[in-house]
């Protein structure tokens, strides 16, 4: 059965760190476009990073850069999102999806893709 499992969300001070992580099963990431979303009450979907199959393209949504780094595990059919330097603005749902045939940039931009994981929460409070 295809799935994707994210993990490592939680409750963190402004300033604080997490790492996520997407976990696949039934699909080889290695031939997919990865991504990273978020959804806060209220607000549309955003796409926060993307990193393609090769992992040598990347993107980064601008409120983003500098503090959030994307990556894959090799041989572990994981992707990897370190955030630091948290945010309140920050605080949100975030769910990793696979994509084939998508480029980083344009599949944050539309934030659709083929295949999501049920999401994990991410709050950022004092």
């Known amino acids: 059965q295809l799935q994707l499992e994210e993990s490592g969300g939680g409750l963190v001070q402004p300033g604080g760190s997490l790492k996520l992580s997407c976990a696949a099963s039934?699909?080889?990431?290695?031939?997919?476009?990865v991504g990273w979303f978020r959804q806060a009450p209220g607000k549309e979907r955003e796409g926060v990073s993307c990193?393609?199959?090769?992992?040598?393209?990347?993107y980064y949504e601008d409120s983003v850069k500098g503090r959030f780094t994307i990556s894959r595990e090799s041989g572990k059919n994981t992707v990897i999102l370190e955030m630091n330097n948290l945010e309140p603005g920050d605080t949100a749902v975030y769910s990793c999806?696979?994509?084939?045939?998508?480029?980083?940039?344009?599949?944050?931009?539309?934030?659709?893709?083929?295949?999501w994981g049920q999401g994990t929460q991410v709050t950022v409070s004092s």
């Open positions: 039934g699909l080889n990431l290695d031939y997919y476009a």
């Open positions: 999806a696979a994509d084939s045939g998508t480029a980083p940039q344009a599949m944050c931009l539309r934030a659709w893709a083929d295949w």
């Open positions: 990193i393609s199959n090769s992992g040598d393209a990347t």
